[in-house]
């Protein structure tokens, strides 16, 4: 009974914050600018985060000296820059870092 309440819960907590932005901004309400900016802005540094918070571990004065995690960085980025897909950048670069460390390093 527990575990079906806590599905129930964020069931309705995952739905709240999907609708939400539609109810507050309806299609007869201007979306405020600072919610633009936001919108525009937050995507990118919150990848930009994500790249530091991975890479604060990462001994680049140890074997293997960070090789593994910057070539999977570059993998990502040149992949992305070729096809400007997000997810096949990302999933082929993590598939290239796990096959790195369990292989080669």
Known sequence: MYNIMMIAVMALVTMSTRFLPFLIFGQKRKT???????????????????????????????????????LGIVVVAALHLWKRQSLLSIGVGTVFYMVLVQFVF
């Open 32 to 70: 405020p600018e600072i919610i633009v900016y936001l919108g525009k802005v937050l995507p990118c540094a919150i990848m930009g985060m994500l790249v530091i918070y991975c890479l604060k571990d990462v001994s680049f004065l140890q074997a293997p000296y960070g090789i593994p995690e910057l």
